[in-house]
């Protein structure tokens, strides 16, 4: 995955916008005082209280909208924004945050139709020209699988007009080109855009962070375990980790036709049909990091541990920074009770991405299973709570800090 920071869309809240009695003003800036802490459910109750007292305004609905989206009410969401869009057409936060809610829902037309709307605007953030080129990309995805390559380039040439700079469209045109363009046949390896995670700020929904993820399935978040009774626990074993190895680089674009018939099957949840084809690609180039990763997450969803941590070992060793394939890894050495390599590969993980808080708290839970490294688990406990500090267990980990000092 390759995070990427964006700025937001901001709309300014005036506090006069009902103009008109002090108890719905009131109530609307309760509920603007309730979302700056952080209390979204109550901030929402107020605003409703102030819409339902006096004539709302487009502000107010789309902040409502993000209130009940951070509350995790994502219909109720999309109604307050589809709301603000009826009092005013033109208000662009309301527009691009139901674009960027239904971007995240996987409604990549209609996101699309209201990105491209916003953009005509002028002194729009670059930002949702990114948000338009994700949601192409998954529909030229979609429209190349049905082999309308077409209409594929179509969208993908309407991602490039959006963001110049994504090195998906470009990796995705050069795909359907060699599809289309005799005499260099070619495997379509369109990019598969992960959907984003929104996480709304005032008056917009947040930065979403666009995931690239050339393989099956995504890094799966790592188990969180209870908070442990700090006891040492004994009988842990070790994994035999495969020999490191320098893997001869084959032909890969025969290794992906192989491959992409596998990912069709995979997505289909046809798993005994997918060995043989990844075998194949990886047969045809021993480097190819992706093969490696599906195979093993197969095996895994076939019950075959001890096969996907061979093939999970083999993808680093193509691919030492693929992180998907570290965290997975990580997950099924700690199912498997291997847990002080697990604990090396979340290390690892957070080398590359401190900010992983699901690993953090992962780490420190294990970490406080055994005396001696109480210290770590304090450690990666005060991590997480910086990184969430109003996690639903904040209270919990915070008690068993102090207790542990």
Known sequence: ???????????????????????????????????????FAKAADCLELAIAKAPPTPQALTLLGVCRLKDGKTDGATRSF??????????????????????????????????????????????????????????????????????????????LAADPKSAETARNIAAVKARTEPPKPAPVTLTVVATINVSPKPVTVATPTPTQIVQVVKATPPPTPKLPTPLPQPGIKRRAALAPHTLAVGNRNKALIHFNEAVILQQQGRLTNVVELYQKAITTDPSFAPAYYNLANAYRDLRHPDRALDNYELALMADPKFGDARLNYAILLQQQNCVADALDQYERVLQDNPANAAVHVTIAGLYAIDRNTLDKARGHYEAYLKLVPNAPRATDIRRWIDQNR
């Not at 033109?90 to 971007?103: C, F, G, M, S």
């Not at 020209?129 to 192409?136: D, H, K, P, T």
């Open 1 to 39: 995955m390759i995070p990427t920071r964006r700025k937001l869309l901001v709309a300014a809240l005036a506090v006069s916008v009902w103009g008109c009695s002090r108890s719905p003003e009131q109530n609307f800036q309760q509920g603007v005082a309730y979302y700056q802490q952080g209390k």
């Open 82 to 159: 589809g709301e603000a869009l009826k009092l005013d057409p033109n208000y662009i936060p309301a527009r691009y945050n139901l674009a960027l809610l239904q971007l995240e829902h996987g409604q990549f037309e209609s996101a699309a139709n209201l990105l491209k709307q916003v953009l005509q605007k002028p002194g729009v953030s670059a930002d949702a020209g990114v948000y338009l080129a994700v949601a192409c990309n998954n529909l030229a995805v979609t429209a190349a699988r049905q082999r309308d390559y077409k209409r594929a380039e179509q969208y993908l040439q309407t991602a």
